[in-house]
């Protein structure tokens, strides 16, 4: 009773220390979005030169809290943070215009998404931390941090470090929050606070699948189950090496880093003899299925007191005895699923083992790997032939497939030149909004400006009598060989003249072009813009009467708005008035069109 009422506490703790921080960083938030980007830049700087400083103290806090990983390889990733993302990131526009697109006439203008909740993990706290603090602050975004339980204190040292660093340079108060009492319900509480615009988390699947239920955008990142594919062309002494490196990094702890080897089967032996050349020790059946027991949990989920352990520590807990340099253990497979428990993301120097005949039957291997726990996440191949490369980033449902380089390290961009990140969404294939690793342009909302770069047109109705509604006007047709038919010229020659106040000739006698007046538009003139008058029609016989507002003219060229504007006068048009369209373009310039009165 005693522990469910302290429980009960600890929750009510935790929820009302997410509410105050999530109205503290409101509050914060609306003053960093004013900030302009030499400040937010300074600001940047002075948290990432913070962090790198203590990236070792940082490393060694994290492997005394939690037990996981290596502190060499945590303070490779906490640098990895403070320096390498931190280079990446320091040249982004993320304030005011940051692109223009002057063949479109479109310009790009960042505006921050609001107080981010930052989800932070137990198996890469302090580095996963630097790199939040950092992409949020560069995106002008407050954030609230919530560690890991198991993580609390390492991950609450980084956010004082890095609040102390911003605080100097500038950052209002409130920009950072970390929580400290920490329960699943005071993170939920966190995720769903209207204050609270975007959540960025990284963890188990639950937290993951909590975090895109809370009604917020998300992006969440899960589980990886990374195979790596070992190809009869490929180096097999450096795929060997790439495999253990990055499976033995930081003791697998990384989502990213190997599970499964799949090689083909002509290079089977050799692969197994480097490997153990390399420190692989290869489990017998026997011991397979003794590992999986202690290792693979009811849930299907890796054991927490063997994550990020050694292999010699792992294979000490099961009592199977190895090679003192072992680095990583292998377990010879048959197949992926429940029923082979070692087929799973493990989180620990553990490697399955599969031979395949060539790249086809690899294909269909990788991709059962990949639905077990690692959709839309990670792999990598190793290989010299293009062409398999190629079929292997056309079919397999990774979006970081890595060539010729540890999954671990290429995925986050240490050894490629994808986007340095530690956050790697895994797109629709893992139920994430972004196949992106993510950086500070995935915390911004941008702004359009654009420019009207073509003319609106009208719709063109359909035929009265068609049954399949609006068309496309058709192309005009190549005029024919003959010219203009000269009764239709003449008729257009007669309307001109009469507009201009020129008696036609009979119809037995049509006008000849030479006899038409010659009419120069000044296109360079000014001219005078028009006072309010009384709204006149066309000129007949040379003579201005003032119409009725609702007689409309049948015809307005350029030289009839510019002679309208000399006399100051306007034009009454009508729906069955054709207008040139320089005409068009002056007279609405000038406001020199009246639209005349429909009939009663």
């Known amino acids: 009773m005693a522990d469910s009422v302290a429980q009960t506490d600890r929750d009510l703790d935790s929820i009302r220390q997410a509410r105050t921080m999530a109205r503290r960083a409101k509050a914060a938030q609306t003053r960093l979005a004013e900030l302009n980007q030499e400040q937010i830049d300074g600001i940047v700087d002075a948290m990432a030169s913070a962090a790198a400083a203590q990236a070792g103290p940082f490393a060694r806090m994290a492997v005394e809290e939690t037990g996981y990983g290596l502190e060499a390889d945590k303070v490779q990733k906490n640098l990895f943070a403070a320096d390498t993302i931190y280079r990446f990131i320091r040249p982004m526009r993320t304030v005011g215009v940051i692109a223009r697109h002057d063949d479109v006439r479109v310009v790009d203008i960042a505006e921050p998404f609001g107080v981010v909740a930052a989800i932070v993990p137990s198996t890469n706290p302090t580095s996963t931390a630097i790199y939040k603090l950092l992409v949020c602050l560069k995106a002008r975004c407050a954030v609230v941090l919530s560690p890991h339980p198991s993580a609390v204190r390492s991950i609450r040292r980084v956010a004082e470090v890095m609040t102390e660093a911003a605080t100097a340079a500038g950052a209002p108060d409130g920009s950072i929050s970390c929580m400290t009492t920490i329960t699943l319900e005071g993170t939920q509480e966190l995720m769903r606070r209207r204050e609270v615009a975007l959540i960025l988390a990284t963890g188990g699947l639950a937290l993951v699948r909590a975090a895109y239920s809370a009604g917020k955008p998300a992006y969440g990142v899960g589980p990886g189950n990374a195979p790596a594919y070992v190809e009869r062309t490929a180096d097999l002494a450096k795929a060997v090496a790439d ?8 003791n697998g702890v990384l989502c990213s880093s190997e599970n499964s080897v ?4 002509v290079i089977s032996g050799e692969a197994r003899r480097e490997f153990e050349r390399q420190g692989g020790y290869f489990l017998s059946p026997a ?15 890796p054991n927490p007191e063997l994550v990020g352990r050694t292999a010699l520590e792992i294979a000490g807990r099961v009592d199977i005895h190895v090679p003192a340099d072992t680095r990583v253990l292998l377990a010879p497979l048959d197949g992926v699923g429940r029923e082979y428990p070692l087929s799973m993301e493990k989180l620990c120097p553990v490697l399955s083992f599969y031979v395949v005949a060539d790249w086809h039957e690899a294909c269909s291997r990788c991709q059962e790997i990949l639905r077990y726990g690692g959709m839309g996440h990670t792999m990598s ?39 340095p990140s530690m956050t790697l969404g895994c797109g629709g ?4 909004i972004t196949s992106d690793n993510i950086t500070p342009r995935h915390l911004l909302n941008t702004k359009r400006l654009a420019y009207g770069i073509r003319p609106a047109r009208a719709p063109v109705a359909p035929a009265a009598d068609s049954p399949e509604g609006p068309r496309l006007p058709e192309a005009p047709s190549k005029p024919k060989r003959g010219g203009i038919d000269p009764a239709l010229l003449s008729g257009r020659i007669e309307t001109f003249l009469a507009s201009r106040g020129i008696a036609a000739t009979s119809e037995a006698s049509p006008p000849s072009l030479a006899a038409a007046p010659t009419i120069t538009p000044s296109a360079t003139a000014p001219v005078p813009a028009p006072p309010p008058v ?9 003579t201005s009467v003032v119409p009725e507002v609702d007689v409309a003219v049948d015809f307005v060229c350029e030289d009839d708005v510019r002679q309208a504007l000399r006399d100051h006068r306007r ?15 002056l007279g609405q310039q000038h406001h020199v069109f009246v639209q005349a009165e429909l009939p009663r």
């Open 429 to 432: 294939h893992g139920g994430n």
């Open 243 to 250: 495999i253990i490196t990055g499976k033995t990094f930081d």
């Open 534 to 542: 009384t709204p006149v029609a066309s000129t007949t016989a040379g």
């Open 381 to 419: 191949i190793h290989s010299q032939d293009e062409q398999v490369i190629l079929e292997f980033g056309l079919k397999k449902s990774a979006f970081r497939i890595v060539v010729n380089t540890p999954t671990t390290l290429g995925s986050i961009g240490m050894t490629t030149g994808l986007d």
């Open 287 to 301: 011991e397979a299925e003794r590992l999986a027991a202690t290792l693979v949990t009811a849930d299907r989920l």
């Open 262 to 265: 799949v090689v083909d089967e």
């Open 571 to 585: 034009i009454t048009v009508g729906e069955g008035t054709i207008i040139t369209p320089s005409a068009q373009d």
